[in-house]
């Protein structure tokens, strides 16, 4: 039973502001107690004082001032001096220290005495008394510039919360609450489930707890407080969060709460997926979401293992984990005390918030850093033994030409990050037919099939919980010499996808060593894309070199490393025998295949990456900070002292000369390459460039760094997206006097271009489907023209030579009308429509051979057969069709897919009404309501964005945006559900592309 009435709660008293003094709690007329106020001169002279009374809502009355002797001492009755409907109040008198006294009013009694405090902290600690003889109360003021809900929290002592209260809702700024913790008359805690309490909230508190005997309270006594946490937590307007003071600890665990605040169950759907758990989710566990689980333990860590990582984290990251942890579980608790906080996916499920633990932390960062690794556990070797096993059975003769043409070493031509270098000094071959056949005793196709499928399914899993990361982004630094206000200017756009709610969250720290501001995931205890005082950075996926497949013998005991035990479908347990060998886990058992891993526990490492990326000051510091990071990203960079630079971070062993197109051991006889992970490439690395920018949209690296062992879609040739920001940042630099809006602009014009899925090849063109020609971004006319226009003047007639003049003068961009137009029509361009179902159609006949296997590497293969002069060229002719009554050669190929491209597209405009929208869906409320819960027309755009023009003192503007809003939650009861606030605070400025301004770094806290 909780203790009422006001005996108890008007005893109590309270504090104010960063440094501000504050007296304690002033007892009301009629509550039971009397309050006499001390004052004390500590200075031999004279000395004036001042005492401002606030009632309890926290208005200000009026001030009473005076002057006390030298080492005088002189006391009041509070409600005398102060006025009767004084609650609390500050005190300014130098050499001056102020008491208070409570003593029941009426009776025997002996009085407590409380000196005046300046302890203001957002979390307060003390221990409860024996509740069946004495009571606890506290007072607390807001000290803040906010309103704020304030909690209380017991802890059991281990650390972890038992239980949570709201004790006050929007306690206004310098207003007071009471609350009596416990008392022979009951409490509203379990005494017996811990005696450690903490009263926190997002704003400074002062904190005062009485304890008295009982009954009658003859005695009163301080409960000692301390506070244990400073960090500050404000919101602006669309709910982005700033927190600011206290030490690497408190802003850490305030970032924990902070997100946890607002994306609980996000965040839950994230550690499942991260700990091989989703298929204890009650309604939503199937034999997919199983299959997933399994998988993730199979490449993933032992919860030991985990624990292991953790304990052997460097300092800041520990802190950063812990203290991250202790964040969400405050706010655990707070959804556990109020079901109206609690998240609707909770309820809907029947579910449970479990208390967060460290290893779950960690276990999201791996499955994030693994989810931006293009190449999905090696999968690309495996595609491309199965590739090569069916040309070299189809095609015996062929096939090793026709493999060298389709997965090649290294093509000069392809768009760099670096600026490239002549190709005479390509020391790395350009393309090779593979030293060997395929062992005979494999079925490599099925294998492939086998874990494509296994892929699929992981990817169905994660989309259909809202949990698939895209992989992909866009970014560019223009260097301060271009610029008109001579600073330089980044630009970042990560592509992760477009799920409910977003991604990415918003925020800024300004204490515990940290100043930054940025975006990042729910779950990872960091700033991911920032912008620091001294510097700003992008992130976009890179290409490091960091896995291999290893065919293996058939595993046996020695290489079982655990078991594994999981709850399936029905409720019932599921075990599976986990097995490593020397090259890594086994991702298949028969055959058996392991996966060799140059990040494998070096991906922990780039938690102390968060932190020393954000307190680098100077850009080598930048750069070693980027040697921690276990996952290979290209970053683009900008400092204060005016230096632009390029890394891409990843871990490239250093491997023996060797074929790493295929797993090790598919080629029969031919030795197994073996290697250290240890050892290491140095990171690849660029700074200040001559031609005023670096930029890109996930290609190569630098000119003379081979292809790794991904898939054929990402064998680097001259047709790449990144062609388009590589185009538009060069015309802008030479220009000079690059303006911000320009390279802010250059993500809109880019995102216009579409990404282009990959065309089926043995799918006939679909004219209400358009995919996109060639399958990639960009627009791959200038590339092709000349052979295409030669095509076509060898055999011209009018409508050929209508198509020809409508591509030259396209502006390159599907949306019809250009950038400037995106946001407002429904059309496609006639000419990207006309190019679309063009290029499909010549890539269908000139690859039939191989129209069994979907991949935008056809394009390049295209292109290097067009004798366009590129260093590459074809060694099989992929013109000619075993089919006689198909064309036979490079112009008839073109010309006659050209015609059946126009007979398709019938009579113009082609491109009305073929738009489309991005849809935001939420798997529960969009099945409810039967419509996605927000929308926007189509582009190729970036999930998270903000550019960045860096001064001499730090950043002088930045501009932000991410979709939908800072907030994840919805609210409500089986059918009846409400949006957050801020659940779709970001859409103004993310649906028409606009972007917002971020606040700069407060002048007096940059350093």
């Not at 009471?178 to 409490?187: A, K, R």
């Not at 809003?965 to 009846?976: D, K, Q, V």
Request: proline share 6%; glycine share 8%.
């Amino acid at each position: 039973m909780r203790l009422t009435g006001l005996l108890y709660l008007c005893i109590l008293m309270s504090p104010l502001a960063a440094q501000v003094r504050i007296i304690p709690h002033l007892t009301s007329a009629d509550g039971g107690f009397e309050t006499t106020v001390i004052l004390e001169n500590q200075s031999a002279d004279d000395r004036e004082w001042r005492l401002t009374p606030y009632d309890a809502a926290g208005s200000a009355l009026d001030p009473v001032t005076g002057t006390l002797a030298g080492r005088a001492t002189t006391s009041m009755s509070a409600a005398e001096l102060l006025g009767a409907t004084a609650s609390h109040a500050t005190i300014t008198g130098e050499d001056l220290t102020v008491s208070v006294a409570y003593v029941i009013a009426t009776g025997d009694g002996s009085p407590a005495h409380v000196t005046e405090t300046s302890d203001h902290a957002t979390r307060h600690r003390f221990f409860s008394g024996d509740w069946s003889t004495v009571f606890d109360g506290f007072a607390v003021v807001n000290t803040g510039a906010e309103a704020a809900d304030v909690w209380v929290a017991q802890k059991a002592s281990d650390g972890t919360i038992t239980q949570s209260l709201r004790i006050a809702t929007e306690l206004a700024p310098m207003a007071k609450a009471l609350y009596v913790l416990g008392s022979p008359d009951g409490s509203e805690f379990d005494a017996d489930a811990g005696f450690v309490y903490e009263v926190y909230a997002t704003v400074p508190l002062a904190v005062t707890a009485l304890r008295g005997n009982l009954p009658g309270a003859t005695y009163l006594w301080a409960n000692q407080t301390r506070g244990i946490g400073t960090a500050e937590s404000t919101r602006d307007g669309q709910g982005v969060w700033f927190i600011e003071n206290g030490s690497l600890y408190d802003v850490i665990e305030m970032m924990g709460y902070n997100v946890a605040s607002d994306r609980l169950w996000q965040m839950e759907t994230f550690r499942r997926l991260g700990l091989g758990r989703l298929s204890e989710l009650p309604l939503i566990s199937n034999e997919e979401t199983l299959a997933q689980d399994k998988f993730t333990r199979m490449v993933g860590y032992s919860e030991a293992e985990y624990w292991q990582a953790f304990e052997d984290l460097e300092p800041e990251a520990k802190t950063m984990v812990r203290a991250y942890t202790e964040g969400v579980n405050r706010r655990r608790a707070e959804a556990m005390a109020d079901p109206n906080l609690m998240p609707i996916e909770f309820k809907a499920l029947g579910l449970a918030v479990e208390p967060w633990r460290e290893i779950d932390v960690l276990s999201i960062i791996i499955a994030m850093l693994r989810s931006f690794d293009q190449q999905d556990y090696g999968s690309g070797q495996m595609e491309n033994a199965a590739l090569l096993q069916q040309l070299q059975t189809q095609f015996p003769d062929q096939a090793g030409d026709m493999f060298a043409d389709l997965r090649w070493f290294n093509d000069p031509d392809a768009p760099t990050m670096i600026p490239a270098d002549s190709p005479a000094k390509m020391t790395t071959p350009l393309s090779t037919a593979p030293a060997g056949r395929l062992r005979s005793d494999v079925d490599f196709v099925a294998l492939h099939h086998y874990l494509e499928d296994r892929h699929v399914s992981r990817e169905q899993v994660q989309k259909s919980l809202n949990a698939k990361i895209k992989m992909g982004s866009y970014a560019w630094v223009v260097a301060g010499d271009r610029t008109e206000s001579g600073n330089p200017i980044l630009y970042s756009g990560p592509q992760m996808g477009f799920m409910t709610p977003s991604i990415v969250i918003e925020g800024s720290i300004n204490g515990g060593g940290l100043q930054i501001s940025g975006g990042t995931v729910p779950g990872i205890p960091g700033i991911l894309i920032g912008r620091t005082p001294h510097h700003s950075w992008s992130m976009q996926v890179g290409h490091a070199n960091s896995m291999d497949l290893y065919m293996e013998e058939t595993p046996t005991e020695n290489e079982l490393h655990r078991t594994e035990t999981f709850i399936g479908p029905n409720g019932e347990e599921e075990t599976l025998n986990i097995y490593r060998t020397e090259h890594g886990p086994l991702i298949s058992l028969e055959p058996a295949v392991a996966w060799k891993y140059a990040h494998w526990d070096f991906e922990f490492r780039t938690i102390q990456a968060f932190f020393d990326m954000a307190t680098a000051q100077n850009m080598d510091a930048f750069g070693a900070a980027l040697e921690r990071v276990g996952v290979s990203q290209h970053f683009c960079y900008a400092d204060r002292e005016g230096n632009i630079a390029y890394w891409m971070s990843g871990r490239n062993p250093v491997r023996p000369e060797g074929d790493y197109r295929l797993p090790q051991g598919a080629l029969a006889g031919v030795p197994v390459l073996e290697y250290d992970s240890a050892v290491t490439h140095p990171l690849v690395h660029d700074r200040n460039t001559a031609q005023g920018f670096y930029g890109g949209w996930n290609n190569k690296a630098r000119q003379d760094v081979p292809n790794s062992n991904v898939d054929g879609g990402r064998y680097y040739g001259p047709y790449h997206r990144a062609i388009e920001v590589e185009n538009h940042l060069r015309e802008l630099v030479n220009r000079g006097d690059v303006q911000f809006e320009e390279v802010r602009g250059v993500a809109l014009a880019i995102a216009s271009t579409e990404q282009h899925v990959a065309p089926s090849l043995a799918v006939p063109f679909n004219a209400e489907t358009p995919l996109g020609p060639g399958g990639d971004g960009g627009n791959p006319w200038p590339l092709i023209r000349d052979a295409f226009t030669a095509a076509v003047a060898a055999e011209p007639s009018d409508a050929r030579n209508d198509a020809i003049d409508l591509l030259n003068a396209w502006d390159g961009y599907f949306v019809e009308g250009g950038p400037s137009s995106w946001a407002l029509g429904a059309d496609r361009a006639d000419a990207w429509m006309l190019l679309d179902s063009w290029i499909r159609g010549v890539l269908n006949l000139t690859f039939e051979e191989v129209n069994n296997i979907d991949n935008p590497v056809y394009m390049n293969v295209l292109i290097h057969g067009l004798d366009t002069g590129t260093a590459l060229q074809n060694s099989y002719d992929w013109f000619t069709n075993a089919d006689p009554n198909a064309p036979q050669t490079r112009n008839a190929v073109i010309v006659q897919a050209l015609d059946d491209a126009l007979a398709a597209l019938g009579e113009q405009p082609w491109g009305q009404g073929l738009r489309g929208t991005l849809q935001f869906d939420h798997p529960l409320l969009s099945l409810l309501t039967g419509a996605p819960l927000h929308q926007v027309p189509f582009s190729n755009r970036s999930t998270y964005a903000h550019c960045i023009e860096v001064g001499e003192t730090g950043p002088v503007r930045i501009d932000s945006m991410f979709p939908l809003g800072e907030s994840g939650n919805i609210y409500g009861e089986g059918l009846t559900f409400e949006l957050d606030t801020h659940f779709l605070s970001m859409t103004p400025f993310f649906d028409d592309f606009s972007h917002r301004s971020f606040p700069l770094f407060t002048p007096a806290k940059q350093q």
